[in-house]
C-alpha cells in the first residue's frame, strides 16, 4: 500500500501570499501536479491539517477540487488553521464528525486501518486530546483490533526541539496517547504536520514520522528562547511504503519548482 502524506499547504486565494512572500496558491496547483505525474499511483491520500490559511469556503473549494482531480481517496483532518465547519462542508468524504463535533475518523477498507485524529483547539495554535477524544482513540483503536493501523493527526504528539513550535504544540493529551496506542501493539506510525519540517521520533512505541510543508518550512533552530522563523526550502510531501511483514517506509518527496 503508498500513501501520500500532505501537510500544511496553508492555502490562500485571490493571489494573496502568506506572511506577504509565500504563494501558497500556487505552491498547491504545483503540488498537485506533483502527485498526479507519481509513476506509482498511491492508494490513499492522508492530509494532516492546515489545508487552508484563512479557513475561508473559497479555499477549501480550490483544496478539494485539486484533490478530486487525482482520482485517489482522500482522508483528511483539520490543523490550527482550519474551522471544522466549512472544512466538514465543503469536504464531507474527505472527514468525519464524532458526536461531540470533532473531525476524526475511522476507515478499515484498506489494508492498513486509518484513524484520523482532530486535535484542534478552534482559534489557538496549540493543540490537545480532551477526555472525549481520547476515549474516542480508545474505542476506534479497538475497533480495529489487532490489525496494522495508522494514525494521523495534525499535532505532533513528541517534543521535537525547536521550542517555539514545541510552546505551540500538543500541550494536553500526549502521554494518553501513548498509552493507547503502546496498548493497540499494532500502531505502524503516527503520520503528523504542523511543523513545517520532516521529523521523525516515537510515540507509545511507534514511529511517528512528521511531514515537512508542501509549501514553506519553518527554519531548523534549536536555540530554545528562538522564535520560529519561515525560510526558503524546497516544498515536500512524504510518500509511505506499506507491505505486511515489513512495515511502513518513508520517503520525503521535493515539489518541483514547475
Not at 58 to 63: D, S, V
Not at 149 to 176: C, K, N, W
Request: hydrophobic share 45%; net charge negative; proline share 6%.
Amino acid at each position: 500500500m503508498l500513501i501520500a502524506h500532505v501537510s500544511d499547504t496553508h492555502l490562500l486565494v485571490g493571489g494573496k501570499r502568506l506572511a506577504g512572500r509565500f504563494d501558497t496558491g500556487a505552491a498547491f496547483d504545483r503540488l498537485i501536479a506533483s502527485l498526479a505525474r507519481q509513476p506509482v499511483r498511491p492508494d490513499l491520500i492522508l492530509f494532516s491539517g492546515d489545508l487552508g490559511e484563512d479557513a475561508t469556503d473559497a479555499e477549501y473549494r480550490k483544496i478539494g477540487a485539486g484533490l478530486r482531480s487525482l482520482g485517489v481517496p482522500v482522508r483528511a483532518v483539520p490543523g490550527n488553521h482550519d474551522l471544522r465547519a466549512p472544512m466538514r462542508a465543503a469536504l464531507a468524504e474527505m472527514t468525519d464528525e464524532t458526536g461531540d463535533g470533532h473531525l476524526c475518523l475511522v476507515d478499515t477498507s484498506f489494508p492498513l486501518a486509518v484513524i484520523g485524529l482532530d486535535t484542534i483547539v478552534e482559534g489557538a495554535p496549540h493543540g490537545e486530546l480532551c477526555a472525549r477524544r481520547l476515549a474516542w482513540l480508545d474505542n476506534a483503536l479497538k475497533r480495529c483490533g489487532g490489525r496494522p493501523t495508522i494514525v494521523f493527526q495534525h499535532h505532533p504528539p513528541i517534543v521535537t526541539g525547536l521550542a517555539d513550535m514545541d510552546s505551540m504544540g500538543l500541550l494536553a493529551g500526549r502521554e494518553e496517547e501513548a498509552r493507547l496506542i503502546a496498548a493497540h501493539g499494532a500502531v505502524e506510525a503516527v503520520l503528523c504536520g504542523h511543523i513545517h519540517r520532516a521529523i521523525q521520533g516515537r510515540c507509545g512505541g511507534a514511529p511517528v514520522r512528521v511531514a515537512p510543508s508542501a509549501s514553506h518550512a519553518i527554519a531548523f533552530d534549536l536555540r530554545p528562547a528562538e522564535p520560529y522563523r519561515f525560510t526558503d526550502e524546497p516544498a515536500q510531501y512524504m510518500l509511505h511504503l506499506w507491505r505486511p511483514g515489513d512495515g511502513l517506509v518513508s520517503h520525503a518527496v521535493a515539489v518541483a519548482a514547475s
